[in-house]
C-alpha cells in the first residue's frame, strides 16, 4: 500500500476527480490516507481514521513512508495553530492530528514542520459534561460546510465526529452511518451531555445530528454551529421560534468518567 499525507491546513475530498465536483470531506493537515488511484491532476484516497474515500488535488497531498508514529494520538489544542511549515507560518484548525509528529517535529516527503503549540491527549481525556463543553464550545458560530471537518467550516456529522476525536472515540463520517453506531436513548429525558441526537426527512432517511448539552439543549451545525432548545418532537430555533429539524433518535457511545 502507498500513504500519503495532507500538507494544507484542509485538503478537500471530492466525490469526483474534477475542481467542480461535490466536497464531500476533508483532510486535515497531516492526516494519513492510502492512495487508491491517481490522475494527472487529483488522488483518489481513503482516510485512514474513518475510512472515507474521495478525490484530493494531487498538489495538496504528499507520500510518506510511515502511515504513523505508534500510539502518537495528540491534537492541536488551540482555536487556530501555528505550525513552521518548510520556514513559512501555517494555520492549522483545532483538533488536527499530530500522529506525523515526534518532539514536535515532522517530515512529510520533502517537507519539514514543527509544531511547540498546545496540545491534547485523547487517550488522557475524561468523557464528562465539563470536558465536552470545553471541547465544543470553540466550535460554536463556526459556519455550515458541507463536507467540512475545521473550525474554517463544518457539517453537521464532522462537527460531532471532530469532538468525539477529542476523546479517543471514532466516529464514522456521515449523520446516517453514525446513527447505526451507539446504544439507543429510550427517552429525551433521559439524554445527557454527549450522547447524539439524530434527526430525519419526510422519507425517512437521517440527515443531521447534534452533540446534547443536557436533554434539553443542542449544540449542532446548521447554517452555523449554534446551541438551540430540544424537545421530545424536535429542534426549535434559538433565533425563531420555528421548528427546525424532526428528532428521529438519540445514541449513546460513551458514559461519563
Not at 505508534?70 to 501555517?90: H, I, R
Amino acid at each position: 500500500m502507498v500513504f500519503v499525507a495532507s500538507i494544507v491546513p484542509v485538503s478537500p475530498v471530492r466525490a469526483e476527480a474534477s475542481h467542480r465536483s461535490e466536497i464531500t470531506s476533508q483532510l486535515l493537515f497531516g492526516e494519513v490516507a492510502e492512495l487508491l488511484e491517481e490522475t494527472k491532476d487529483f488522488k483518489r484516497i481513503r482516510n485512514l481514521y474513518d475510512g472515507y474515500e474521495g478525490w484530493c488535488q494531487r498538489t495538496q497531498l504528499e507520500k510518506i513512508t510511515d502511515p504513523a508514529l505508534p500510539g502518537n494520538k495528540l491534537l492541536c489544542a488551540g482555536w487556530s495553530n501555528q505550525v513552521m511549515f518548510n520556514d513559512t507560518v501555517m494555520q492549522l484548525s483545532l483538533g488536527t492530528p499530530l500522529t506525523l509528529f515526534n518532539n514536535g517535529k515532522a517530515v512529510i516527503g520533502q517537507f519539514h514542520a514543527v509544531y511547540n503549540g498546545a496540545t491534547w491527549d485523547p487517550e488522557q481525556a475524561v468523557f464528562n459534561p465539563e470536558n465536552i463543553r470545553k471541547v465544543a464550545m470553540p466550535f460554536l458560530n463556526t459556519a455550515y460546510l458541507w463536507g467540512g471537518r475545521s473550525v474554517f467550516g463544518i457539517d453537521c456529522s464532522g462537527f460531532v465526529q471532530q469532538v468525539y476525536r477529542f476523546f479517543n472515540l471514532k466516529l464514522q463520517r456521515d449523520a446516517y452511518q453514525q446513527a447505526e453506531q451507539g446504544e439507543v436513548v429510550g427517552f429525551l429525558q433521559e439524554a445527557i451531555c454527549g450522547d447524539l441526537a439524530f434527526f430525519d426527512n419526510e422519507n425517512g432517511r437521517i440527515t443531521h445530528v447534534g452533540l446534547m448539552l443536557d436533554n434539553q439543549t443542542i449544540i449542532h451545525a446548521s447554517g452555523r454551529v449554534r446551541i438551540d432548545t430540544i424537545d421530545n418532537a424536535g429542534i426549535i430555533s434559538s433565533d425563531t421560534g420555528e421548528r427546525t429539524h424532526n428528532l428521529r433518535v438519540i445514541k449513546r457511545y460513551a458514559s461519563h468518567g
